[in-house]
């Protein structure tokens, strides 16, 4: 419901669509896009952008700009979401197949669910949770165990490495961003984040050394359409769906998107970059979605009322 309205039919589909098919399609095209941009620099230029623009659309409807004490939480939050979270996988991408970096990144429910219980004095998680966390990170421990395991090498250790840095933390801004106010309006406070991330990925980037490839850079038609991409529909439309998504259905419903993108991340992947689709990729796959499905089945039971 909105308002006292029922959520449109055609809405809830479409929002669906753009959180399994959009969201999924951007590893590829961050794939594509730090294949000839520094991952840094991309990544922060591209959060700037979709950040400001969520700023100014929220202060063209009317709503107030935030006091200066809001934006030290967003700075934070957006270390965690951004800077660690995107940048993480951004320059993940560099050294790992898109794919694979889907399903890496597929645990973050997993760091969400131990972050949780860390918050609540480490009470036990029921059963299912626990399963579900052992068996993605045992997915997790298939993708990068060295050795031609089962067919296909083991996943690059760096990469694999930060994108589980990453995962971690965008499930630790997820758990903190309750407990930090920011701003009453959603699109106001999501532009925050976006402009604070964007703005310390761009400082990271240069203190990497990443501003010393501009002088030399070749963008790339297809960098440019993938960043195009990833700023229209990864951040703004993406977003715009999710937050519809949280107000008319169950947030265990829209989290579903955490085992679906990455299935579309390895066809993706497959059909268009041509990346190899091995029995160690497609039993990892299996492993990791599953224990994610177990803890996702588990919030959705908790959200059921009583009989």
């Known amino acids: 419901m909105i308002d006292g309205r029922p959520a449109s039919r055609a809405g809830v589909f479409w929002s ?127 993708l990068v165990a060295p050795g031609e395991l089962i067919g296909g090498a083991h996943a690059d250790l760096a990469g694999a490495g930060a994108i589980t840095l990453a995962a971690a933390g965008w499930a630790a801004g997820s758990v903190t961003s309750h407990a930090l106010p920011l701003h009453s309006s959603p699109v106001m406070a999501t532009g925050m984040k976006m402009m604070t991330g964007g703005t310390l990925l761009l400082l990271f980037g240069l203190l990497v050394g990443e501003g010393g490839r501009i002088a030399t850079l070749t963008l790339e038609p297809q960098a440019v359409l993938a960043w195009v991409y990833l700023v229209t529909f990864g951040s703004l439309i993406g977003f715009s769906a999710f937050t519809y998504l949280l107000r008319v259905t169950t947030p265990a419903k829209t989290s579903t998107s955490a085992y679906i993108n990455p299935l579309v991340a390895v066809a993706l992947g497959w059909a268009i970059l041509n990346e190899p689709v091995t029995p160690r990729t497609l039993l990892a796959a299996a492993v990791i979605i599953g224990g994610v499905m177990l803890i996702q089945w588990t919030a959705e039971l908790d959200e059921k009322p009583e009989p």
């Open 16 to 142: 669906f669509a753009a959180i399994y098919i959009v969201w999924g399609s951007t590893y590829l095209a961050i794939r594509v896009m730090v294949a000839s941009v520094p991952p840094f620099l991309a990544a922060g230029s591209r959060f700037l952008v979709a950040g400001g623009m969520l700023y100014a659309a929220a202060r063209w409807r009317g709503v107030p700009a935030p006091p200066r004490r809001r934006w030290g939480p967003a700075f934070f939050l957006g270390a965690l979401f951004f800077l660690v979270g995107n940048g993480g996988l951004s320059w993940a991408e560099t050294r790992v197949p898109s794919g694979l970096a889907a399903l890496l990144a597929a645990t973050s429910p997993l760091f969400t669910m131990i972050f949780m219980s860390a918050r609540d004095g480490w009470a036990r998680p029921p059963l299912r949770q626990v399963l579900g966390i052992v068996a993605g990170l045992s997915g997790v421990a298939l």
